[in-house]
């Protein structure tokens, strides 16, 4: 029942800023563990963030000081905003969900993010 689509994705200059969102539907966003991971080609798919159910978050060590994520429970709504964006950060980035003790239960399809001149 829950879906995840998320938007926001397209193409960028070194240096610049994208806010990705993630809409959710089906159930309680508030109660839920939400994360955000990405896949470049030809490499796996990597974690990117966590937004807990209290807002505590994590970041992997690449994006640390340069990616945000955030949520607004009330708009059933996770973000992730990416600044000072590099092409290495080029790569489908897709949301996901998870209770119960795990990270990512649902999946939403991806959006692409690419960073070039």
């Known amino acids: 029942q829950v879906q995840l689509v998320e938007s926001g994705g397209g193409l960028v200059q070194p240096g610049g800023s994208l806010r990705l969102s993630c809409a959710f539907s089906?159930?309680?966003?508030?109660?839920?563990?939400m994360s955000w991971y990405r896949q470049a080609p030809e490499s796996q798919r990597e974690l990117v963030a966590i937004?807990?159910?209290?807002?505590?978050?994590y970041y992997t060590d690449s994006v640390k000081g340069q990616f945000t994520i955030s949520r607004i429970n009330s708009e059933n709504t996770l973000y992730l905003q990416m600044n000072d964006l590099k092409p290495e950060d080029t790569a489908v980035y897709s949301c996901?969900?998870?209770?119960?003790?795990?990270?990512?239960?649902?999946w939403g399809q991806g959006t692409q993010v690419t960073v070039s001149s």
């Open positions: 937004i807990n159910s209290v807002e505590s978050t």
């Open positions: 996901s969900a998870g209770i119960g003790g795990t990270l990512s239960t649902y």
């Open positions: 089906g159930s309680m966003l508030s109660r839920y563990t």
